[in-house]
């Protein structure tokens, strides 16, 4: 609802129209992905347990589009995602990268170059070492802060932000869903709820999907040196 033409009015009973969609000045396709997510399905029941993998789907899926409408083949192709989406996003638009340099040497009938133009990742979890450490800094001492630098709040995080650290590197060298498990609820209970309490509840609601980024950080490893 964000991004389209509409906005939920009156407690989701109506709807006003959005002066800010993202369809004025472009077109917009929503990808469920990987497989099984969303609206997203597979014939055969099989599933997608990788970023890698999934980024490979979301070629062929591009390039399944791009044939069917070769109209749009040319326009800017800008890929957005946000949450989890900076784990899986950059692997997706790196193998978009990696075939258009293939295809630029070797063409190959049917397959089309998708004219790549840029990737936004809003609040994307791409790294938790070095995204969590900046929580305390952000929220006490950045432009925008919202605690009191040297308030009880800020000094817990400060305090909690160290121990964190040495859990997640803990995670990062062995990264069994135990201890990234315990990783992860220590660093949002004690960089959030300072806070905001009702923000912790949704966090820790996340934090299965933050242990699997702790677990498989080597992944968003491997996209970063492409």
């Known amino acids: 609802m964000e991004l389209g033409p509409c906005r939920l009015t009156e407690e989701g009973l ?9 369809n004025t000045n472009s077109h917009i396709l929503f990808l469920d992905q990987p497989v099984n997510v969303g609206f997203s399905y597979s014939d055969d029941g099989s599933k997608v347990y990788r970023s890698a993998i999934a980024g490979e789907d979301v070629y ?3 390039q399944l589009f791009f044939a069917s409408f070769p109209e749009y083949a040319s326009a800017k192709f800008h890929m957005a995602s946000e ?6 996003m950059p692997h997706a638009a790196s193998i978009i990268h990696k075939k258009n340099k293939e295809l630029a040497i070797a063409p190959i009938p049917g397959l ?28 006490c001492y950045g432009p925008y802060r919202v605690l009191d630098p040297d308030g009880k709040e800020c000094n817990s995080m400060k305090r909690g932000s160290t121990i964190c650290e040495r859990l997640t590197r803990a ?12 990783a992860a ?3 949002y209970s004690k960089l959030y709820a300072p806070m905001d309490s009702g923000y912790l509840v949704t966090a820790l609601h996340y934090v299965p999907v933050i242990v699997h980024v702790f677990t498989h950080r080597d992944r968003v490893e491997l996209v970063r040196r492409a």
């Open 14 to 22: 109506n709807v006003t129209h959005n002066e800010y969609s993202w």
């Open 60 to 62: 062929a899926f591009f």
């Open 83 to 88: 949450s989890y989406g900076g784990t899986y």
């Open 112 to 139: 089309t170059r998708i004219n790549l133009a840029s990737v936004i990742l809003a609040n994307g979890i791409t790294d938790p070492l070095e995204q969590l450490a900046t929580v305390h800094e952000y929220a």
């Open 171 to 182: 995670c990062y060298r062995f990264p069994t869903r135990a201890g990234c498990l315990s």
């Open 185 to 187: 609820y220590y660093c």
